[in-house]
């Protein structure tokens, strides 16, 4: 009988910086890892705005000089994503907030954290838009996410 897939939705903001490099930093893990059947995973946005667009240039340009290929189209959240995913992981307090906002029941709000709850002493408390700001903030995005997918992978399959 095949496996029940573990199903992780990564949520910021724009859905066209953080949340892409996510979805494509931990898809990268989980291949490399033998792992990418156990998983299902997607990006969202808490905003519309960028509904329909590739991932920001600046941050497909950061990630591809470490080897990460972002394909994904931004997406606004779903009031159905609250049912279908076991993890929705946003990047800031913000998406936190707005997560826990919109989350339909107690279950669904169980499932919502930020990505730097699940690593011990990440270099920041959470993953900083970097839209505003110079590359130092792209190449701070993917350092981060790249040293928390071993955790959420290592804990997501644990149990
Ligand atoms: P993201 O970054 O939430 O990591 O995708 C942003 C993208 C767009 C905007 C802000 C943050 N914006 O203001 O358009």
Redesign the pocket.
Known sequence: MSQEKIKVLFV?????????SAEGVFLHYIEHEGLAERFEIDSA?T?A??EGERA?SR?RAHAARRGYDLLSL?RPLRYEDFFHYDYIIG?DEANRRTLLERAPTEEAAGKISILTDWAPNPLRDHVP????GGSEGFEL?LDLIEYCCPYLVGKMIKG
């Open positions: 910021c903001l724009g859905n066209i910086c953080r949340s892409p946005g905003s705005h960028h920001d941050m931004s990047m838009d970097p839209y505003y995005v």
